[in-house]
């Protein structure tokens, strides 16, 4: 039983997790349209720019998977053995679409701190499902959420930017 949870957070949990993001993008467009177009922009150009660099960290350099390099590994995810275990593209994306979630969130209210927990908290099941099942090391985990933490800020501050020029023009 516990193999198919993590099987399920492994795999298609980060589905869920885009669908949840494209609601409250939605929600809070319907309540104010630039408003909601800021908070789509801001997941979507982080997911977008945080899946590009991990694709160049993957060009750059190559790391096997847990099972292809190490004996007696658990695997609960068909994967190549030739594919790039650094950093895990699931984690990546994973926290690029729940970070920006998160800090906007934090600052609607009581429930918006809630619901922006939640993101993060599964984007952290995704995560920890992928080492779980035995297809990404820690360090892979950490490799992604840094880069989406990165891409993040810089994009927040970009999209910031732009809508407050937007208000001055």
């Known amino acids: 039983m516990v193999d198919y ?3 399920f957070s492994a795999v298609y949990l980060i589905f869920v997790l885009g669908a949840a993001a494209a609601a409250v993008c939605f929600y809070f467009w319907k ?3 630039k ?3 800021f908070i789509f922009l801001w997941v ?3 997911t977008v720019f945080s899946y590009t660099v991990k694709i160049l960290i993957n060009w750059l350099m190559f790391r096997p998977r847990p099972f292809a390099a190490l004996g007696g590994v658990h695997q609960l995810v068909l994967k190549s053995p030739f594919d790039n ?3 895990s593209g699931h984690a990546t994306a994973a926290f690029a679409i729940a970070l920006p979630l998160l800090f906007f969130l934090l600052q609607q209210g009581k429930n918006g701190k809630i619901f ?3 993101f993060l908290i599964s984007a952290t099941l995704v995560a920890f499902s992928r080492i779980a099942s035995g297809i990404h090391y820690p360090i892979d985990i950490l490799g992604g959420v840094l880069v989406a933490l990165l891409v993040s800020l810089s994009s927040a501050r970009i999209l910031k ?3 407050i ?3 001055r023009g």
């Open 44 to 46: 979507a150009g982080t």
């Open 161 to 163: 930017r732009l809508f």
């Open 35 to 37: 408003l909601g177009s």
């Open 5 to 7: 949870f993590f099987r």
């Open 31 to 33: 309540k104010d349209k």
């Open 116 to 118: 922006g927990i939640i």
């Open 165 to 167: 020029a937007d208000k």
């Open 85 to 87: 275990s650094f950093p």
